[in-house]
């Protein structure tokens, strides 16, 4: 069984930065891509987006909403991901969940941030 443990997030103004980490345990956490999900407000969980992704080898992926904006990195030494978010905007706002193995692997239990205007 992979347990992910979420820290980062909380409230910031548009404009500022937050950055979240997870870091994942488990047979063959390591193998898999990690990831973060998020769900807006008001949106069922089951239609959360993606929004980044890391792959074991470090090819990453991001939503073209936060491109440029949100940096994702990997420690694979330590099953840790890191998400560097700036510039947020209130759209931003959302339950951030880290995933391991994309959208049909494991979640994490989410992390709330919120982007005030």
């Known amino acids: 069984q992979v347990q992910l443990v979420e820290s980062g997030g909380g409230s910031v103004q548009t404009g500022g930065s937050l950055n979240l980490s997870c870091t994942a345990s488990?047979?063959?956490?390591?193998?898999?891509?990690m990831g973060w999900y998020r769900q807006a407000p008001g949106i069922e969980r089951s239609k959360s987006e993606l929004v980044v992704g890391i792959s074991k080898e470090g090819t990453t992926f991001y939503q073209d909403s936060v491109q440029g904006r949100f940096t994702i990195n990997r420690d694979n030494a330590k099953n840790t991901i890191h998400l560097q978010m700036r510039y947020l905007r209130p759209d931003d706002t959302a339950v951030y969940y880290c995933?391991?193995?994309?959208?049909?692997?494991?979640w994490g239990r989410g992390t709330q941030v919120t982007v005030v205007s």
């Open positions: 995933t391991v193995g994309g959208g049909g692997g494991y």
């Open positions: 488990g047979p063959f956490a390591s193998s898999y891509s």
